[in-house]
């Protein structure tokens, strides 16, 4: 059996998506700003794709969402142009996150440092999470702008944005969230939110890789980074990436309509995967279930590396992460783990699950089942853990 459990890492093409951008491939293949009808034929999908966005997210028709490659150039793109914008002229210094951000935030931070920018990397409470006085305390007329995720990567743990957006408001900071991890597990809705800018990634929710988007409130604007041939209404230049605009024009639509299918069925089959794992003496999971996405578990089991039960569970098929999957060919311990203050020897322990809305009943109690068989064997060779055996026979 092979058992996809990595879906925050990247998710599978829904084949609905799939079969609307064939066509974009080999028929229709102009370029959408060329004057010919190999270009104007693409205009019907582009329009529907971006409208399906735009729904997505409750955007307004004055706002912009500009299409990009991937959250990563989309954070960027807010990060280094409130630096051009706002920062470079002299009128501002200061940048406030969270320590828990994507290293697209916080890698774009330190470049930003190196310049002589300040940023503050907010502390997060045991539940990974900013606490809100500290963001209030943090801001001063030197702040440029405000980037804190909506939902968390490796724990799944969604932050309180509408309070965050309302501290913004308050001090007239713009506010930016990495909402990669958010779209399709939870209503995002810009307009409730209150954002200013937000990013996301089309392949977070079976939409195709390469493709993204960055949303630009009405009347924020932003340096463009992509000079070339006025695209996107001079925001991003690049010739547009039409079948990648289709796709995640299609899984915007189906993240929004099976939104409820992830608050109900997939949370049932986490809770499940994650009720069974915590039977297991000496495992603890970060952050509640309620204030999480429904389809992430970080676990930690005691005494077992990360990275030797990942090698356990590949075998038998299962794919899991220890961290985010930029890091996971390292073995390094597990940076929110780190973050919520977990010992050195905890942090190296986590292990994280993902479910997706294609995750089967069937393929979570084989996961269970290899686990529980992976801890047996990984705790009695362990050097950091005595070994009581006996709570898995009791369970059977
Ligand atoms: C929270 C978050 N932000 C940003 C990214 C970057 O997404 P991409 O690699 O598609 O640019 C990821 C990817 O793991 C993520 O989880």
Redesign the pocket.
């Known amino acids: 059996m092979r058992v996809y459990l990595d879906n925050?890492?990247t998710t599978i093409v829904d084949p609905f998506v799939y079969k609307e951008m064939v066509p974009y491939f080999c028929e229709k293949y102009g370029n959408p700003n060329s004057l010919h009808e190999f270009g104007s034929e693409t205009h019907p999908a582009l329009r529907c794709a971006m409208d399906r966005l735009y729904a997505g997210i409750n955007a307004a028709d004055n706002d912009d969402i500009v299409v990009t490659s991937?959250?990563?150039?989309s954070?960027n793109w807010v990060i280094k142009g409130i630096y051009f914008d706002r920062i470079f002229n002299g009128d501002k210094n200061h940048i406030v996150t969270s320590e828990v951000e994507?290293p697209?935030?916080i890698q774009a931070c330190r470049f930003l440092e190196k310049l002589g920018v300040k940023v503050t990397y907010l502390p997060v409470n045991s539940d990974g999470v900013i606490e809100i006085d500290t963001l209030e305390e943090s801001i001063s007329d030197e702040t440029a702008l405000v980037s804190i995720?909506w939902a968390?990567?490796e724990t799944g743990m969604v932050f309180p944005i509408e309070e965050i957006s309302r501290v913004c408001k308050k001090h007239d900071v713009p506010f930016h969230t990495?909402a990669?991890?958010a779209i399709g597990k939870v209503p995002v809705d810009v307009v409730k939110a209150g954002v200013d800018y937000l990013?996301f990634?089309a392949?977070?929710f079976h939409g195709p890789k390469g493709i993204?988007g960055l949303y630009i409130k009405e009347g924020r604007v932003i340096s463009s980074l992509l000079s070339g041939g006025e695209q996107m209404d001079g925001l991003r230049s690049g010739t547009l990436n039409v079948p990648g605009i289709v796709g995640m024009g299609k899984a915007m639509e189906l993240a929004v309509e099976n939104l409820d299918f992830e608050k109900n069925d997939v949370k049932k089959l986490r809770d499940r995967l994650e009720d069974e794992l915590l039977k297991i003496p000496d495992t603890f999971v970060v952050g509640t279930k309620e204030q999480r996405t429904p389809n992430t578990i970080l676990i930690s089991i005691k005494g077992i590396e990360g990275e030797a039960m990942l090698w356990d569970l590949n075998k038998a098929g299962i794919a899991a992460s220890t961290g985010?999957?930029c890091a996971s060919e390292a073995l390094e311990s597990n940076p929110v783990m780190e973050a919520i203050g977990a010992e050195a020897d905890l942090a190296h322990t986590a292990l994280r699950l993902s479910l997706s809305r294609f995750t089967t009943k069937e393929e979570i109690d084989y996961t269970i089942d290899i686990i529980y068989k992976a801890v047996e064997r990984l705790r009695t060779i362990s050097s950091t853990f005595s070994y009581a055996p006996d709570w898995h026979e009791s369970k059977l």
Request: include cysteine; aromatic fraction near 0%; charge should be negative.
């Open positions: 925050n890492a991937c959250a990563t150039e954070i994507h697209a935030v995720m968390n990567n990495d990669t991890q990013s990634s392949h977070k993204g985010s999957a």
